[in-house]
């Protein structure tokens, strides 16, 4: 089967159509738990109940938190339970030779 160039699979689009960066759903919910991460003090962490994630997956959430954290080099640990996802700022690495 011969193509003739004017088959193409998808769509084309303008490019100036096609929109900049990525602002994906979660964009405000990872601006409010990186706004409420900068509240707290070392030994606290913020608690999302995942009942008010409107459906969305955990896992998307936090992969979300994952790659901004990652851009804005701000050190993060997460984990869960069964109804919540807790957020907290990464321990500062120990410095060699420093005593415990």
Do not use: F
Not at 20 to 38: C, E, N, T
């Amino acid at each position: 089967m011969g193509r003739n160039g004017n088959d193409s699979h998808y769509a084309a689009v303008n490019r100036s159509d096609v929109p900049q960066g990525r602002k994906g759903k979660h964009r405000r919910a990872v601006a409010d738990i990186l706004s409420d991460l900068s509240k707290l003090t070392a030994q606290q962490a913020v608690k999302i109940p995942l009942a008010g994630l409107n459906g969305e997956k955990m896992q998307n959430l936090r992969s979300a938190l994952n790659r901004v954290t990652r851009e804005k080099n701000i050190p993060v640990v997460t984990s869960s339970d069964e109804k919540y996802l807790y957020v907290w700022r990464a321990d500062p690495p120990k410095s060699p030779g420093a005593s415990e």
